[in-house]
């Protein structure tokens, strides 16, 4: 009995990590958006960069470990995508509902799957994850939650940035792995946030807007990046894919929760979808998987 109650609590602790995780990110996107009417998206997004590199910078201090000169060219493109991945999905954001925007983003990695994997069978879950992003593009689908062009261009070019993240982060972790991530989020700040700060300039050095700017940075960057790097390695792969698959109704409902978002059924099917996609891409017989167990922290 005891020896059941151990392994009950071995495999249960890290999902309840990756569904903390979730929860914190899509938390922390519904905090973000609170900043918009005070310091903008792009402030917004310059904020959370800045205070989240300087947070993990104190935290691993990976100057501490030697950086190959080969790793570089990875770790800044992995560093620039994950900063234009930020800005583009808090321009999204300020156009169209979270959970909306969390499954036109997430096409980056079903994408990223699925050209790995080169199945006949992954071509039925692309066209169903196409179908649902039609369906909550079509005019008139749904008036509770309306999504316009814009903001669905900029989350789709948010999962296209997250497509390069994995690609490219993947590389850089191989070698030096967390420190990778410090790194690359680092360069984000540095190339990305000064779009932000010219946007919103003085702005972003207020109290509350440092204070929820500070929460936005916990929530997004360093509380999941934790709990994930400890889930990761004790969760099977499929596992790991199927519960990530699942972000697109944590940002639903956080947006129900924190913002108020509703959403109708149509548009919540759509969703639905996109994560059936995604999941399949992860369990059906022969999927490559890799794409899921190397992938670094979400970055939103």
Known sequence: MQQTYRAIVARGW??????????????????????????????????????????????????????????????????????????????????????????????????VAVIASRRTLDLFWVMLALAGLAVLLWPGSDTTGAVNWPGAACALGAGACWALYILFGQKAGAVHGMHSAVLGITIAAIVIAPIGVWEAGATLLEPHVLMLGAGVAILSTALPYTLEMIALPRLPTPT?????????????????????????????????????????????????????????????
Do not use: C
């Not at 570089?72 to 156009?95: D, H, K, S, T, V």
């Not at 944590?250 to 929760?257: E, H, I, R, T, W």
């Open 240 to 300: 790991f894919g199927t519960l990530m698959s699942l972000e697109p109704a944590f940002g639903a409902l956080s947006g129900l929760v924190f913002l108020g978002q509703q959403l109708g059924v149509w548009q919540w099917l759509a969703i639905g979808a996109v994560m059936a996609a995604s999941i399949g891409t992860t369990l059906t017989p022969g999927a490559d998987t890799t794409a899921h167990a190397e992938e670094p922290p979400r970055p939103d």
């Open 14 to 111: 890290p999902v309840a990590l990756l569904i903390v995780a979730m929860s914190a990110i899509q938390s922390g996107a519904s905090l973000a958006k609170g900043l918009f009417p005070m310091a903008g998206p792009a402030g917004t997004m310059s904020v959370r960069l800045i205070l989240a590199a300087l947070l993990l910078l104190v935290i691993l201090r990976p100057w501490r470990q030697p950086i190959a000169a080969g790793a570089w060219p990875a770790i800044a493109i992995y560093g620039i995508a994950l900063g234009a991945m930020n800005f583009l999905f808090y321009q999204a954001l300020a156009r169209i509902p979270l959970g909306i925007a969390v499954a036109f983003e997430f096409t980056g990695p079903l994408m």
